[in-house]
Nanobody
Framework: QVKLVESGGGLVQPGGSLRLSCAASGSSFSINIMGWYRQAPGKQRELVATLAKSGITNYADSVKGRFTISRGNAKNMAYLQMNSLQPEDTAVYYC?????????WGQGTQVTVSS
């Protein structure tokens, strides 16, 4: 089992930046892929970015060129660097980890982009 805890959310003005962190504990050595998802009020949860153990990344079109996903050297950390934030990026951001047929979700961290 893997437990995920997100941090780094908050209120930022349009055009600003935030860096989200995700700490994995438990059997984090078995993780094959980590990702960030977000859910805005009244909308379905959507993929933001994923990073496979192979190093292959995948980004939603809406965040390409603005967001960057990365893993820490210890591999039990994942980050999402978010630049040029816009009001439409406002959502609860969730960390996800996958291994085999299983996955785990964090509790989410709120990101609000507003002037």
């Amino acid at each position: 089992q893997v437990k995920l805890v997100e941090s780094g959310g908050g209120l930022v003005q349009p055009g600003g930046s935030l860096r989200l962190s995700c700490a994995a504990s438990g059997s984090s050595f078995s993780i094959n892929i980590m990702g960030w998802y977000r859910q805005a009020p009244g909308k379905q949860r959507e993929l933001v970015a994923t990073l496979a153990k192979s190093g292959i990344t995948n980004y939603a079109d809406s965040v390409k060129g603005r967001f960057t996903i990365s893993r820490g050297n210890a591999k039990n950390m994942a980050y999402l660097q978010m630049n040029s934030l816009q009001p439409e990026d406002t959502a609860v951001y969730y960390c996800n980890a996958g291994w085999g047929a299983y996955s785990s979700w964090g509790q989410g961290t709120q990101v609000t982009v507003s002037s």
